[in-house]
């Protein structure tokens, strides 16, 4: 089979390149030609463009790239005609993606699969519409967007487990280094329990949070504060908010980092899911614009109880979320110190750490989505060639 792929940031390369090497598993004739990133080039196949020359994120960015997204799309959806592939797998990336499906439900006979499905429940509900009527099958990776999409829309999907899930698992299967190990490979003290902090993918919510992050761990002298450095963020961006600071920076090293981290900050997105896998406590916090503002869309316009995915998926708030209005350097404080060892609320975070693990499960989700997504291509085949 050929396979179309396209993703739009770092994580979709990731989630992508398991994808591919699994599809290629279930299917020996397998090729590919998308636009993803340097694991996905990893994996072969042809990459039309890396999703870095095309990720922009925010109201203003892409409005001054507004040419160069709509070129960017001009020139997929030609590749993809040219290349006639037996399916468009579409990776997140919504505002890019269901571009794409809706040309190829109206001028091709392409069907497109979406993996890891677009977060409609948390706002553009609206986009429901446009996923009936333009993507083939969806694949999701959260178990409460089961019951939202069957149940409230009445739109079948796969949830093949969780992919995060599936590589923090792989991650501690293989790795052997204990605490001394780690703290004298990256230079650090080893007579001190770690405050991980992680700052965010992005510049602006690095330099939004990381300050607020320091000052907050910096109260707690018996430990040290260890910066999680971004894959996307070269060093130099750090060094204006850590320099001169109890703060050391390692880069590349994320999952090692929570593996001997005694307590986390964390901003919003799959690091909060991450942290709570390895079983660190944490507090989320996310410092917006206009607070008052963004507090009120919040409990008004989005649709949604919770920020981190970890609250998401427990359905209640077992972490704390510090954001807004509430994202006060005082109340990180507070709440960091209730998770520290001998806090009055680590106990508790770590219990319901557990029913994280059990409602996410053993599935290996790229596995289980190349073997769904490989039957029904192979089905419909069979089914042409049969009439």
């Not at 409230?152 to 204990?178: C, M, W």
């Not at 204006?240 to 994320?254: A, C, D, K």
């Amino acid at each position: 089979m050929k396979y179309y792929i396209i993703v739009g940031e770092a994580s979709g390369d990731l989630h992508a390149s398991h994808l591919m090497a699994a599809l290629k598993k279930v299917d020996t004739n397998a090729s590919f030609r998308f636009i993803g990133g340097d694991l996905m080039i990893k994996e072969g196949g042809e990459c039309l463009q890396h999703y870095q020359t095309m990720a922009y994120m925010g109201f203003v960015p892409v409005l001054l790239n507004l040419r160069t997204i709509l070129n960017n799309m001009k020139q997929c959806k030609k590749d993809i005609v040219s290349w006639n592939p037996d399916v468009v797998i579409l990776v997140d990336y919504p505002g890019f993606n269901l571009n794409i499906a809706k040309y190829l439900k109206s001028e091709t006979n392409i069907p497109a699969f979406y993996y890891i499905s677009p977060k409609i429940w948390a706002w553009k509900e609206w986009r429901i519409k446009a996923i009936k009527r333009d993507i083939a099958e969806l694949f999701s990776i959260l178990p409460f967007e089961v019951p939202f999409f069957e149940k409230k829309h009445n739109y079948p999907i796969h949830y093949v487990g969780n992919p995060t899930a599936d590589e923090v698992r792989l991650f501690k299967n293989n790795y052997q280094e204990d605490f001394n190990s780690f703290v004298t490979a990256h230079s650090l003290p080893n007579n001190k329990p770690i405050i991980a902090l992680l700052a965010g993918s992005r510049k602006q919510e690095i330099k939004d949070n990381l300050p607020a992050m320091i000052q907050a761990a910096s109260a707690f002298t018996d430990y040290q504060m260890v910066l999680a450095g971004a894959p996307s963020i070269d060093k130099s961006y750090y060094l204006p908010f850590i320099e001169g600071r109890n703060v050391t920076l390692i880069e590349n090293s994320t999952y090692a980092l929570l593996s001997h981290a005694t307590a986390a900050l964390v901003t919003s997105g799959t690091a909060t899911l991450e942290t709570a896998l390895f079983n660190v406590p944490q507090v989320v916090c996310y410092k917006t614009p206009i607070p008052p503002v963004i507090r009120f869309a919040f409990n008004h316009i989005i649709k949604v109880k919770y920020i981190s995915l970890v609250n998401l998926i427990l359905d209640k708030e077992a972490v704390s979320e510090l954001f807004a209005d509430r994202f006060v350097v005082s109340d990180i404080q507070k709440e960091l110190q209730s998770l520290l060892i001998g806090g009055d609320k680590r106990e508790e975070m770590l219990n319901n750490y557990e029913q994280l693990h059990a409602i996410l499960g053993n599935e290996v989700a790229h596995d289980n989505a190349a073997r769904i997504m490989f039957k029904i291509l192979n089905d419909k085949k069979k089914q042409k060639k049969e009439e």
